[in-house]
């Protein structure tokens, strides 16, 4: 669910506050006269809507907040999955999925048209970079997945890389860092994707091969067993986004819609 663009449920409704303010505020015909008009404008635009087909595009500067990190309470083990597309993999680290600070954190990056996955420790980094050179213009499933004593990376499907840790250990991070979609909280206008995001989902446990192999084209119920949060991000519906769980909210900064192509 969310925020439907254009002509949006949130503006509707703000235009009917304000109506509403108006006619008990105010005496003068006019303004009731002025008030009304707004009011049928709104409800014009809105009855218009049409919900369609789109694609986050995430540049500088533009991410979803996912709220904090503790909220998912995933310092243990995890599995993140998305389907990403880049335009440009630009000069530096370009953030997928991150929660990051001071603290610690975890990261799904590009580095220089390759994938960067790490979890942090005590302020120890522990994870990889996948040896696969990635291309332009071209759709790849993601699975980033933490079992407490190794850090993985899947790439459609296939395994790229398994880092060892030394001993099982839990993810450190403060309890104010926000986990973001397509830049680092801790670095939004320097550490950004260049592209597009779909299809990210949340999970408690760690996937097995298999299960990820078969989600590589994801179509989430939001009843999955342990599935704690997805969101498709494939249909245009604005800036505030509920998960299809219906436990978690995506809100946009500076973030477009691209038609499908």
């Not at 509707?12 to 509403?20: F, K, R």
């Amino acid at each position: 669910e969310g925020d439907y663009a254009p002509g949006s449920k949130k503006t509707l409704q703000a235009h009917i506050d304000w109506g509403h303010f108006i006619l008990k505020t105010s005496d003068l015909d006019t303004a009731f006269v002025n008030a009304g008009k707004k009011i049928n404008e709104a409800i014009a635009i809105y009855k218009d809507n049409i919900v369609k087909a789109g694609y986050p595009l995430f540049a500088s500067g533009s991410y979803f907040d996912l709220g904090t990190f503790k909220q998912y309470d995933i310092y243990e083990k995890f599995t993140i999955e998305c389907k990403v597309r880049f335009n440009d993999f630009g000069t530096g680290l370009g953030n997928v999925i991150a929660a990051e600070g001071t603290g610690g954190g975890i990261i799904l990056r590009n580095n220089n048209n390759k994938m960067d996955a790490y979890i942090n420790h005590n302020g120890a980094w522990f994870g990889g970079t996948a040896g696969k050179i990635f291309e332009l213009d071209t759709w790849y499933h993601f699975a980033f997945v933490f079992t407490g004593t190794q850090v993985k990376l899947y790439v459609d499907g296939v395994q790229e890389f398994a880092t060892g840790i030394f001993a099982e250990t839990v993810v450190t991070l403060n309890d104010d860092i926000h986990f973001n979609i397509g830049a680092n909280p801790s670095y939004p206008t320097a550490r950004y994707m260049r592209g597009n995001i779909t299809h990210v989902s949340i999970w408690d446990y760690v996937r097995s091969d298999s299960e990820i192999q078969s989600d590589v084209n994801p179509n989430f119920t939001g009843n999955e067993p342990g599935l704690l949060a997805y969101w498709a991000l494939n249909v245009n519906i604005g800036s505030s986004i509920r998960d299809l769980t219906d436990k978690f909210t995506a809100e946009a900064t500076n973030v477009v819609w691209q038609d499908p192509n």
